[in-house]
Nanobody
């Protein structure tokens, strides 16, 4: 199992920005797709964005144009730049390796106040 550690969350006002980081201990990290997921209270976990080993990206429709996922394979790190945040973005954010889901990390809390 790959270890995944998320960081960078916080409390921001609507319209603000945050940059999340996901660091992995696994050597496969750099050669596999990595995704950012989020889970809001009372809702199912959803895939927000993902990036392939060659940099191809996919986004949830509701975050297109606001969020940007990137990776630094030398640092075994994937980032999620979140701009123009909305209260509905409030959730715990996790990273993982879709479709080969690993043990979930603790996630990082993002809270957007209106």
């Amino acid at each position: 199992q790959v270890q995944l550690v998320e960081s960078g969350g916080g409390l921001v006002h609507a319209g603000g920005s945050l940059k999340l980081s996901c660091v992995s201990s696994g050597t496969i990290f750099s050669i596999t797709r990595v995704g950012w997921f989020r889970q809001a209270p009372g809702k199912e976990r959803e895939l927000v964005a993902s990036i392939g080993s060659r940099g191809d990206t996919n986004y949830l429709d509701s975050v297109k144009g606001r969020f940007a996922i990137s990776r630094d394979n030398a640092k075994n790190t994937v980032y999620l730049q979140m701009n123009s945040l909305k209260p509905e973005d409030t959730a715990i954010y996790y990273c993982n390796l879709p479709p080969n889901i690993q043990r979930w990390g603790r996630g990082t809390q993002v809270t957007v106040s209106s």
